[in-house]
Each structure stands twice: as structure tokens, then as C-alpha cells.
């Protein structure tokens, strides 16, 4: 199994940016495809951005395209999520997870392994 932890949230002004990690250990990423998710209270977790085993293609909800951007360092065991021109209804926590299914998918349920969230709140 892979263990995935996540880092860099925190409290940011609106327009602001923040770097989130997710470090992962026990197993290589390199098999995986990674993802992005967020969820705020009482809310359904939804997807935010998601990236191939190798990297060469990303996906992203319509919501933070253009703003968000999705990158993975296979020798590092690390993926990223940088945040920018962030906005108030950004504020949710964030999970890093990780799919053992080679097609790269907006759904939750095809992700095996998750972190336990960090979280991102943004200020007006």
C-alpha cells in the first residue's frame, strides 16, 4: 500500500497563492494516478485536478482551470497542486489520493489510497 500525506495548506488572502504536497511512502507513486480532491463541510468530495502515472496529461475541474496546476516528481514520490489567484469558495480541505487504474478519472470511487486532507481556507 502507499501512504499519502498532505502539506502546505493554510490561511491565504483571496488572489493569493499556496503550494500544496503530497508526499507519499511505503510503495512508489510512478504505477499510480494521482489526484486532487476537496470537500467542504456537509458538502460531497469533489474532484480538483488529476495527472497520469507519467505526467504528460493533467485533467481539472472547470472551477480551477487556468488558476490551479497539477505536477508529480516520480523520484521524489511527491505531487503538488499549485494554487494561484485563489478565491473564497476555495476554502474546503484538500486530499491527495491515489488510483491504481491507468485511466485518469474525475470519480472518487476510482481512487484507491487517500491522505487525511489539509486545509485551505481563503479570506475575502
Known amino acids: 500500500q502507499v501512504q499519502l500525506v498532505e502539506s502546505g495548506g493554510g490561511l491565504v488572502q483571496a488572489g493569493g497563492s499556496l503550494r500544496l504536497s503530497c508526499a507519499a511512502s511505503g510503495r512508489s507513486i510512478s504505477p499510480y494516478v494521482m489526484g486532487w480532491f476537496r470537500q467542504a463541510p456537509v458538502k460531497e468530495r469533489e474532484f480538483v485536478a488529476g495527472i497520469t502515472r507519467s505526467g504528460g496529461t493533467t485533467l481539472y475541474a472547470d472551477s480551477v482551470k487556468g488558476r490551479f496546476t497539477i505536477s508529480r516528481d516520480n523520484a521524489k514520490n511527491t505531487v503538488y497542486l499549485q494554487m494561484n489567484s485563489l478565491k473564497p469558495e476555495d476554502t474546503r480541505v484538500y486530499y491527495c489520493?491515489?488510483?491504481?487504474?491507468?485511466?485518469?478519472?474525475?470519480?472518487?470511487?476510482?481512487?484507491?489510497?487517500w491522505g487525511q486532507g489539509t486545509q485551505v481556507t481563503v479570506s475575502s
Open positions: 489520493a491515489a488510483g491504481e487504474n491507468w485511466v485518469l478519472s474525475r470519480r472518487d470511487s476510482e481512487y484507491n489510497y
